[in-house]
């Protein structure tokens, strides 16, 4: 059976001989002899060509060509018309038929000029698909360039990130042996300097105004080596001793050190843990050291109140920990600095705050990132390893 026609024609005897005619040459006709009708017909059969009276009752042979091209595109329409004029063609032809045949018409032309336009169909049909899969294809590789860009843009990320690592550990060790030096270096005079004004301060029992001065300068000896001490741990690992310990517990107590602080300062506290990560192999003192240094930082930045928010989750591989304020937040030009030894943007700070937390994370092969947003506040989040 070749494609499926419908014939729609008020003229019975038109029905009865077109029907016969395009059966004998094998195609599968439908006859109906109102417009109305012929819709429905087209919505369950999907005729590939309806051949539709110019002139009929109700719903006009145009009317119906205009309908059926705009509900069914993929339908192809053959007029007949018994009005064979030039402008009566040129109107049909507008209005989207494929083709008009006069009437009366020869079955052999009949025939042919169904043939003609089902190949125009199909040649037309191929068109739409092959411009169908060129738009699906052009998306697809729209898509590609996307996925593409995103990758490299993730993979540049990674390489700058891993270029600031790399500096910042070089920044540590190049740090580690200079302090060393410093520390032995400067703590020798510091303790002769320390022990003159001991011996000196026997002799001024007598006047309290320099005694009190050889105080301060005792004061100041040991401040410097307060720094030497910071100093030290930014780059070099105290004692330490490693056995099983619960994340949670080790913020929660650090949290309990701040807890005054906290509460003086107006500070909501907004802790989520997510879940409850499995103990790890650590030294609590060292882990301490990090929610110290950033509690720290975050209460000083909000003097006056703000929201100090605390999360913890995990997967099979890292512990997560973000710390966020709603402090001042740090410009976008000082971020990358933030972990370096001596900066800081305290009026009495030392810098090393932050050095020790990305030295003790490295040490637990852990990475930190910051975010931060001035005006809005600042994030920390730290990912340590389970194993």
């Given at each position: 059976?070749?494609?499926?026609?419908?014939?729609?024609?008020?003229?019975?005897?038109?029905?009865?001989?077109?029907?016969?005619?395009?059966?004998?040459?094998?195609?599968?006709?439908?006859l109906?002899?109102?417009?109305q009708?012929?819709?429905?017909?087209?919505?369950?059969?999907?005729?590939?060509?309806?051949?539709?009276?110019?002139?009929?009752?109700?719903?006009?042979g145009?009317?119906?060509?205009?309908?059926?091209?705009?509900?069914?595109?993929?339908?192809?329409?053959?007029?007949?018309?018994?009005?064979?004029?030039?402008?009566?063609?040129?109107?049909?032809?507008?209005?989207?038929?494929?083709?008009?045949?006069?009437?009366?018409?020869?079955?052999?032309?009949?025939?042919?000029?169904?043939?003609?336009?089902?190949?125009?169909?199909?040649?037309?049909?191929?068109?739409?698909?092959?411009?169908?899969?060129?738009?699906?294809?052009?998306?697809?590789?729209?898509?590609?360039?996307?996925?593409?860009?995103?990758?490299?843009?993730?993979?540049?990320?990674?390489?700058?990130?891993?270029?600031?690592?790399?500096?910042?550990?070089?920044?540590?060790?190049?740090?580690?042996?200079?302090?060393?030096?410093?520390?032995?270096?400067?703590?020798?005079?510091?303790?002769?300097?320390?022990?003159?004004?001991?011996?000196?301060?026997?002799?001024?029992?007598?006047?309290?105004?320099?005694?009190?001065?050889?105080?301060?300068?005792?004061?100041?000896?040991?401040?410097?080596?307060?720094?030497?001490?910071?100093?030290?741990?930014?780059?070099?690992r105290?004692?330490?001793?490693?056995?099983?310990?619960?994340?949670?517990?080790?913020?929660?107590k650090?949290?309990?050190?701040?807890?005054?602080?906290?509460?003086s300062?107006g500070?909501?506290?907004?802790?989520?843990?997510?879940?409850?990560?499995?103990?790890?192999?650590?030294?609590?003192?060292?882990?301490?050291?990090?929610?110290?240094?950033?509690?720290?930082?975050?209460?000083?930045?909000?003097?006056?109140?703000?929201?100090?928010?605390?999360?913890?989750?995990?997967?099979?591989?890292n512990?997560?920990?973000s710390?966020?304020?709603?402090?001042?937040?740090?410009?976008q030009?000082?971020?990358n600095?933030?972990?370096?030894p001596?900066?800081?943007?305290?009026?009495?700070?030392?810098?090393?705050?932050?050095?020790?937390?990305?030295?003790?994370?490295?040490?637990?092969?852990?990475?930190?990132?910051?975010?931060?947003?001035?005006?809005?506040?600042t994030?920390?989040?730290?990912?340590i390893?389970?194993?």
């Amino acid at each position: 059976m070749r494609e499926k026609l419908l014939v729609v024609d008020d003229e019975r005897t038109i029905l009865d001989l077109t029907a016969m005619v395009l059966r004998g040459k094998g195609f599968e006709v439908l006859l109906t002899d109102n417009a109305q009708d012929g819709y429905d017909i087209i919505a369950a059969e999907d005729p590939a060509v309806v051949l539709l009276d110019y002139m009929m009752p109700k719903v006009n042979g145009l009317a119906a060509l205009c309908e059926i091209r705009q509900r069914f595109p993929q339908t192809y329409v053959i007029m007949f018309t018994g009005k064979g004029s030039e402008d009566i063609a040129v109107e049909l032809m507008k209005a989207g038929a494929a083709d008009y045949i006069p009437k009366p018409f020869s079955n052999t032309n009949l025939v042919e000029r169904i043939e003609n336009v089902l190949h125009l169909r199909e040649i037309e049909l191929r068109n739409i698909e092959l411009l169908e899969e060129r738009e699906r294809l052009r998306k697809e590789i729209e898509k590609w360039n996307r996925d593409l860009e995103q990758r490299v843009e993730e993979k540049s990320l990674e390489l700058k990130r891993a270029h600031a690592e790399i500096l910042q550990s070089e920044k540590l060790a190049a740090l580690g042996h200079l302090s060393a030096g410093m520390a032995h270096e400067i703590r020798n005079p510091l303790n002769s300097i320390s022990l003159f004004v001991q011996v000196l301060q026997t002799g001024l029992k007598d006047d309290p105004e320099l005694l009190s001065y050889s105080e301060k300068v005792i004061q100041e000896v040991e401040r410097i080596d307060d720094i030497l001490v910071k100093l030290l741990a930014t780059s070099k690992r105290s004692p330490f001793q490693l056995r099983s310990i619960s994340i949670q517990d080790v913020i929660d107590k650090a949290l309990e050190m701040f807890s005054e602080q906290i509460q003086s300062q107006g500070v909501d506290l907004i802790k989520e843990y997510e879940t409850s990560p499995p103990p790890i192999l650590a030294d609590s003192d060292e882990l301490s050291q990090i929610f110290s240094n950033l509690f720290a930082n975050a209460l000083f930045e909000m003097a006056t109140g703000g929201n100090l928010e605390v999360r913890l989750r995990h997967n099979e591989h890292n512990v997560m920990i973000s710390v966020c304020d709603t402090g001042r937040g740090i410009p976008q030009e000082h971020l990358n600095q933030v972990f370096d030894p001596f900066f800081t943007t305290k009026k009495k700070g030392t810098g090393f705050g932050l050095s020790v937390v990305l030295r003790i994370i490295k040490t637990y092969g852990g990475r930190i990132e910051v975010k931060s947003e001035p005006g809005k506040g600042t994030c920390f989040d730290i990912r340590i390893p389970l194993g």
